[in-house]
Antibody, heavy 128, light 109 residues
Framework: EVQLLESGGGLVQSGGSLRLSCAAS????????MSWVRQAPGKGLEWVSS????????YYTDSVKGRFTISRDNSKNTLYLQMNSLRAEDTAIYYC?????????????????????WGKGTTVTVSS | EIVLTQSPGTLSLSPGERATLSCRAS???????LAWYQQKPGQAPRLLIY???NRATGIPDRFSGSGSGTDFSLTISRLEPEDFAVYYC??????????FGGGTKVEIK
């Protein structure tokens, strides 16, 4: 069974930094694209960032570009989100999630960036 | 950026009734890369549907997805007590940003 466990959330002042971690088990971690999705209190879901299995390609929503960095350590089966210059509007539950892929033509890999497994989330609160 | 608009915001129904949720995109969703998730209070979202109409593993067949282009829907054929929750659509097209709709809450009437 695939399991994702986030950690690293907490209370931080505006302008501060946090690093979130997501420990994965039950899968060949390096094969899968991973993502962070957040949910502000009482609000809907917001995609934050994704990266490919190797970590070589990363994507960000505009509001976090230049402030957040997604990365992974495939030897430790762990996904990270380094969050700098935090703002009150970054307050949310942060979920990590796994995305599926398939091979096509000559062994090329196609990632599908929907989320088929989710962690339980970690809460980030930014005080102003 | 593709904006997803879900309607209605809240759907009040009784167990056993049929629920139809709508998700409209501001532009065509490439290859029908549209997913649906269910979220209950205090829980993480759960994948229901991907590729507009494919049920995820373990999802009961009372859940079905349909649509293409800019108009998509999720249908729950007969509501069970455990189906009362918030539902989100999500487009994961060829390039980011990968956006979510604002959600539809299905509540007990």
């Amino acid at each position: 069974e695939v399991q994702l466990l986030e950690s690293g959330g907490g209370l931080v002042q505006s302008g501060g930094s946090l690093r979130l971690s997501c420990a994965a088990s039950g899968l060949t971690f390096s094969s899968y694209a991973m993502s962070w999705v957040r949910q502000a209190p009482g609000k809907g879901l917001e995609w934050v960032s994704s990266l490919t299995g190797s970590g070589g390609t990363t994507y960000y929503t505009d509001s976090v570009k230049g402030r957040f960095t997604i990365s992974r350590d495939n030897s430790k089966n762990t996904l990270y989100l380094q969050m700098n210059s935090l703002r009150a509007e970054d307050t949310a539950i942060y979920y990590c999630a796994k995305s599926p892929f398939e091979y096509y033509g000559s062994g090329r890999k196609l990632y599908y960036y929907y989320m088929d497994v989710w962690g339980k989330g970690t809460t980030v609160t930014v005080s102003s | 950026e593709i904006v997803l608009t879900q309607s209605p915001g809240t759907l009040s129904l009784s167990p056993g009734e049929r629920a139809t949720l709508s998700c409209r995109a501001s532009q065509s969703v490439s290859s029908n890369y549209l997913a649906w998730y269910q979220q209950k209070p205090g829980q993480a979202p759960r994948l229901l549907i991907y590729g507009a109409s494919n049920r995820a593993t373990g999802i009961p067949d009372r859940f079905s997805g349909s649509g293409s282009g800019t108009d998509f829907s999720l249908t729950i054929s007969r509501l069970e007590p455990e189906d009362f929750a918030v539902y989100y659509c999500h487009q994961y097209g060829i390039s980011p940003p990968f956006t979510f709709g604002g959600g539809t809450k299905v509540e007990i009437k």
